[in-house]
């Protein structure tokens, strides 16, 4: 496990990220509004990885999937696998510790729209490839959407035409495996692309490797 370097939450490399956050503040000057760290044990041998934090969750809290709906779902995933002591993530001082688990997302600001480009996308992907490198020998990552499923293969290294992204695909790793999942935003579950037994169907995966 190698040692990650450390986060930077003043970090201003995309230009258009960077304005656009200026502007949210303006807007909204109670939101954290800024880069959004990883949340979780630090050893965590579970990291789920999302795609860039939401104008009202994680970026209004500072805390991975936490604020919104998008979010809602996941913790009680978390929870319900024992990887989180509580069902619902409040805000990022209400004391809340993950088990075993680590949340980050590909992109760490918000993009407009909710759609970083590209090169935002390869610019953020140094600080996911120093989690993934600090991940303990026998992980499991859950790559929350095709961008996150992407984000990952590119941060280890690997050819994106080897590992396709599809809803309970699992792909070896040299030190683990990746589970890809449907991403748990309001539009897919609201249209049943992905349902609570889907999801959790995935998570109970997960557990079942990690306990192996």
């Given at each position: ?14 230009p ?8 949210v503040?303006?807007?909204y000057?109670d ?11 630090p ?25 919104d ?15 989180s002591?509580a ?5 990022a ?38 989690e ?33 992204f ?34 959790e ?12």
């Amino acid at each position: 496990m190698a040692a990650t370097r450390a986060f930077d939450p003043h970090c201003r490399r995309c230009p258009r990220l960077a304005s656009h956050l200026e502007e949210v503040r303006r807007c909204y000057p109670d939101y954290h509004a800024r880069p959004v760290p990883a949340f979780g044990a630090p050893a965590a041998r579970l990291l789920v990885v999302g795609l860039a934090p939401g104008l009202h969750g994680a970026n209004a809290s500072g805390r991975p999937f936490t604020g919104d709906q998008a979010g809602a779902l996941l913790f009680e995933t978390l929870h319900r696998f024992g990887f989180s002591p509580a069902a619902a993530s409040r805000h990022a001082g209400d004391g809340l510790q993950l088990s075993d688990c680590r949340i980050t997302n590909a992109v760490k600001c918000l993009p407009p729209q909710n759609k970083p480009v590209a090169a935002e996308i390869n610019t953020c992907n140094n600080w996911l490839s120093e989690e993934l490198n600090a991940l303990p020998d026998n992980f499991v990552i859950i790559a929350l959407g095709s961008i996150a499923h992407k984000a990952v293969v590119m941060g280890c290294g690997l050819k994106q035409s080897d590992y396709k992204f599809g809803h309970g695909a699992e792909h070896q790793l040299d030190r683990g495996v990746l589970i890809d999942s449907y991403h748990c935003s309001r539009y897919n579950t609201q249209t049943r692309r992905l349902t609570t037994p889907m999801f959790e169907a995935v998570f109970e995966r997960a557990k079942n490797l990690l306990d192996f």
